[in-house]
């Protein structure tokens, strides 16, 4: 099993991830901003941080 089938079974099923922890993935590279949208419904926008 990919670490893409985990997050989506963990934020789908079991609630155990939040959008935000799949953020944190993205950035990572761990999963794409595509897989992220196929998991959440949601488009994968980066936050921006300023200063």
């Given amino acids: 099993m990919m670490f893409f089938d ?3 079974l963990f934020y789908q099923q079991w609630h ?10 993205v ?9 992220f ?8 926008v980066a936050q921006t941080t300023t200063e």
Wanted: net charge negative.
């Fill in 37 to 44: 949208k196929e998991i959440t419904g949601d488009d994968y």
């Fill in 6 to 8: 985990l997050f989506k």
């Fill in 27 to 35: 950035s990572n590279k761990v999963i794409t901003a595509d897989q």
């Fill in 16 to 25: 155990t991830m939040t959008a935000a922890d799949l953020k944190v993935q």
